[in-house]
Structures are given as C-alpha cells and as structure tokens.
C-alpha cells in the first residue's frame, strides 16, 4: 500500500489571482492639496524598496506618478470595516466608465468616510494613516507602464512602481523595546486573499534569518 498519497488536484481558471497579501492604504496628495486613499494589495517588499502594481487609470497613480511620493500606511485587521467602506470609492472625477459600471462612486474625503485621522508625515507631502500600524514614507524610483489583454477598453492595463522607502514610523506597541525590530506576536496585518478579508492565524515557526 502507498503511504506517499499527494492530494488530489485540478486545473481551474481563477478570475483573479490574490492569493494572501497584506492590504497596503496608499496616501498621496491631490492636485488641489487634498488627500487620496488607495487601498490596494499587489506588493512585495525587498531591503528598503517596495514594488507596487496600480490600475492605469486610478487617482492615486495619478497623484504618485505626479509627486513622485506616497505613504504605504500597512493595514491592521481591525480597519478592514473602513477599508471595505473605501472599496467603492474612487478620487477620481468622473469616475472611469468600467468603475462606474461595477458599481464605484466619487469620494472627495476618504479620510472622513474611513473615519481615520491623518498625521503629518517628516520626509513626503502625504500624510500618513493615523490608525495604521506600520506607515512607510516613499519616493517614487522607477515606473513601468504595462498592457493586459484582459482589460483593454476597460481599467486598459496597469503600472508597476518600485518605491524608496525613505523612512517607517510603527506603532510603539509592535516595537520590542530597546530594538529596532516589530515584534511578529503583536503586529496583525490584515490580508487580501481571494477577495476576502483575514488576519494572520498562530505562529508556526520561525527563519534561521529571524533576528528575534
């Protein structure tokens, strides 16, 4: 008898890929000085630089590509009600035909429908995320514009933005005292997967790189 059994599997055609990553609230200023909130959860992380996937045709691209900064503010699970009050908005006016036929709305003051408050930020224009845990101010180093098949005559393609971080503001109750390290048993990023919202579960282990 084989004791080596895999696990069934099939071949399926998913309408998206977001398979668990954490939900960052992008902030950048508008041209009229006001704020914008972008929630979004296509990034990866590597040293001091943050690589970040954004529709072509959203407000906070705009304002990014345009200021050349931003603040990555990090969500936390208990935002995940604020965020989904965010989900339908966009800061742009008028709202793209595809977000409007899907059912988005414009919205001026995302801080106030978030029910957040904004903090001044040291190194960008952006404020940051009050509520946030983790709050990454950020330069703008390189942008790739690219074409999806998918989407033409709709969102018509998306960038890629690799991003500076130019300085991390996080809440004291996640910092090991004494260190310069987040302590992984108190920080609760919440996390996209599928289009569902989660938290992260228990601990199972650790790196051998782990510095705590």
């Known amino acids: 008898m084989d004791m080596h059994c895999t696990p069934d599997s099939v ?3 998913p309408s ?4 668990g990553t954490p939900i960052i609230l992008i902030t950048t200023r508008n041209p009229d ?10 990034a990866w992380a590597l040293a001091d630089r943050v690589v970040i996937g954004l529709t072509s045709d959203g407000q906070g691209l705009a304002n990014l590509l345009r ?7 990090l969500a936390d699970t208990a935002q995940h009600e604020s965020i989904e009050r965010l989900a339908p908005t966009t800061g742009r006016d008028p709202v793209p035909a ?5 059912g988005y709305r414009h919205e001026p003051d995302k801080f106030a429908l978030a029910c ?3 903090l001044p930020s040291s190194t960008v224009a952006a404020p940051r995320i009050a509520e946030s845990p983790l709050q990454l101010e950020a330069r703008l180093s390189h942008a790739l514009a690219c074409q999806l098949d998918a989407w033409r005559g709709q969102a018509g393609g998306y960038v890629i933005l690799e991003l500076e971080v130019l300085r ?4 004291a109750e996640i910092v090991i005292p004494g260190t310069q390290h987040i302590d992984p048993a108190r920080y609760h990023p919440l996390f996209y997967v599928f289009r569902h919202y989660f938290g992260r579960g228990s601990r199972l282990g650790r790196t051998f790189k782990a510095e705590v």
């Open 98 to 102: 595809w977000k409007r036929d899907i």
């Open 168 to 171: 991390v503001h996080a809440h």
């Open 16 to 19: 998206i890929l977001y398979f």
């Open 33 to 42: 000085g006001s704020t914008d909130i972008t929630p979004m959860s296509s």
């Open 11 to 13: 071949v399926i055609r």
């Open 67 to 73: 200021e050349r900064e931003c603040v990555l503010n």
């Open 116 to 118: 957040w408050h904004a």
